[in-house]
């Protein structure tokens, strides 16, 4: 087993090697995969080292920062708490990948800084989880888990009426979802003589979009996402959008609120025209086509616009871009609330409707 681990690329071997030997001069065992033996399985024996050793040494490079074997590397000894971060010289903090970019790393010709890093690494004390002590925690993880779910179960059947109670209020609030954003934005547009529901869903829709863009905003760095998180984004967004725009369109129905919005005037002051050359137009498929992507043109599209120019004020001014990862999973844990409240809602009625369970 050796002491100190050394993770590369190929094309930065020359200084691998200077590092390695540099270590070895001042007493400390170290393995690079030149240690490799002809026939041994390149995996397994890169992993197994890896976890053996008690510090890893990382050298980010222009090579190394798009090596997924590096990465992989520093991920699992960054989880295991012994990586030691270094980088070339002229390499700048932003265009080492994350989560890595956010710690302090050594330049890497000033050895003698690596080496007090080494040394203080190494002189950490070594905890090796023995099989008694797996076993113990494996064990309290199960009986916490089992203990959580009997006692949620009971406390459901022991507050039943409570339950009952909680699904006629939470299908109030999703029948009048829209009355609560409207008293919200006449609180916030105190100036104006009235906020209508259509205006105030429009608008939260944008805050919707905005808050999240935010959130997810980060340093620059120079790395592309992977296509699965496009595919989620896009997914989760088509979702939240089919929600919206059905939502927009009772409104303009008049089913909530029978007078119109701010926006919705502007519409038909200015859509009258287009909608009057839709309607010639045949077959009747092609008619409906056009006229549903003409409103998530003027439902969705438009109220982004804002949301687009902020971004780009805020990517102009600061050196920041959207973090899709960040995004998918804020979109993808918002739809699971909005799933969860359903389920619920809908399981409680379906109780209320028993009449087994039925309290009087």
């Given at each position: 087993?050796?002491?100190?681990?050394?993770?590369?690329?190929?094309?930065?071997?020359?200084?691998?090697?200077?590092?390695?030997?540099?270590?070895?001069?001042?007493?400390?065992?170290?393995?690079?995969?030149?240690?490799?033996?002809?026939?041994?399985?390149?995996?397994?024996?890169?992993?197994?080292?890896?976890?053996?050793?008690?510090?890893?040494?990382?050298?980010?490079?222009?090579?190394?920062?798009?090596?997924?074997?590096?990465?992989?590397?520093?991920?699992?000894?960054?989880?295991?708490?012994?990586?030691?971060?270094?980088?070339?010289?002229?390499?700048?903090?932003?265009?080492?990948?994350?989560?890595?970019?956010?710690?302090?790393?050594?330049?890497?010709?000033?050895?003698?800084?690596?080496?007090?890093?080494?040394?203080?690494?190494?002189?950490?004390?070594?905890?090796?989880?023995?099989?008694?002590?797996?076993?113990?925690?494996?064990?309290?993880?199960?009986?916490?888990?089992?203990?959580?779910?009997i006692g949620a179960t009971m406390s459901l059947v022991a507050n039943l009426q409570g339950l009952l109670a909680f699904a006629r209020w939470l299908r109030g609030v999703m029948d009048s979802w829209t009355l609560a954003f409207?008293?919200?934005?006449?609180?916030?547009?105190?100036?104006?003589?009235?906020?209508?529901?259509?205006?105030?869903?429009?608008?939260?829709?944008?805050?919707?979009?905005?808050?999240?863009?935010?959130v997810c905003l980060r340093k620059a760095q120079i790395r592309s996402a992977h296509a699965g998180t496009f595919i989620a984004i896009v997914a989760a967004s088509c979702v939240i959008i089919v929600l919206f725009y059905f939502?927009?369109?009772?409104?303009?129905?008049?089913?909530?609120?029978?007078?119109?919005?701010?926006?919705?005037?502007?519409?038909?002051?200015?859509?009258?025209?287009?909608?009057?050359?839709?309607?010639?137009?045949?077959?009747?498929?092609?008619?409906?086509?056009?006229?549903?992507?003409?409103?998530?043109?003027?439902?969705?599209?438009?109220?982004?616009?804002?949301?687009?120019?902020?971004?780009?004020?805020?990517?102009?001014?600061?050196?920041?871009?959207?973090?899709?990862?960040?995004?998918?999973?804020?979109?993808?844990?918002?739809?699971?609330?909005?799933?969860?409240?359903?389920?619920?809602?809908?399981?409680?009625?379906?109780?209320?409707?028993?009449?087994?369970?039925?309290?009087?």
């Amino acid at each position: 087993m050796a002491d100190i681990f050394i993770s590369y690329s190929k094309q930065d071997q020359e200084e691998a090697h200077l590092l390695a030997t540099f270590l070895e001069a001042e007493g400390y065992s170290v393995w690079w995969d030149t240690s490799l033996l002809s026939g041994e399985s390149f995996r397994k024996v890169i992993m197994t080292e890896l976890g053996r050793a008690r510090a890893v040494i990382v050298i980010w490079t222009e090579h190394s920062i798009h090596s997924d074997w590096v990465q992989s590397e520093a991920g699992r000894a960054h989880a295991d708490r012994k990586l030691i971060p270094v980088k070339a010289k002229g390499l700048a903090y932003k265009e080492i990948p994350p989560p890595f970019d956010n710690m302090h790393i050594e330049n890497l010709g000033e050895r003698e800084k690596i080496l007090g890093a080494v040394v203080a690494q190494l002189a950490k004390p070594e905890v090796r989880a023995t099989a008694f002590g797996l076993l113990s925690k494996h064990a309290r993880f199960e009986l916490l888990s089992w203990f959580g779910i009997i006692g949620a179960t009971m406390s459901l059947v022991a507050n039943l009426q409570g339950l009952l109670a909680f699904a006629r209020w939470l299908r109030g609030v999703m029948d009048s979802w829209t009355l609560a954003f409207n008293f919200l934005w006449q609180k916030i547009l105190f100036f104006l003589p009235k906020v209508y529901g259509s205006d105030s869903v429009m608008l939260t829709f944008i805050a919707f979009a905005a808050v999240n863009m935010l959130v997810c905003l980060r340093k620059a760095q120079i790395r592309s996402a992977h296509a699965g998180t496009f595919i989620a984004i896009v997914a989760a967004s088509c979702v939240i959008i089919v929600l919206f725009y059905f939502g927009m369109e009772r409104l303009a129905k008049g089913e909530t609120f029978g007078e119109q919005g701010y926006y919705f005037a502007f519409l038909l002051r200015y859509a009258r025209k287009p909608m009057e050359l839709i309607q010639l137009i045949k077959p009747e498929w092609l008619d409906a086509l056009l006229r549903y992507t003409y409103g998530v043109v003027a439902l969705v599209v438009v109220p982004l616009v804002p949301v687009v120019i902020l971004y780009l004020l805020v990517r102009k001014l600061a050196d920041v871009r959207l973090s899709f990862p960040a995004l998918s999973v804020r979109l993808w844990r918002i739809l699971a609330g909005i799933g969860l409240l359903l389920a619920v809602n809908y399981l409680t009625i379906w109780l209320e409707e028993q009449p087994w369970l039925r309290v009087q």
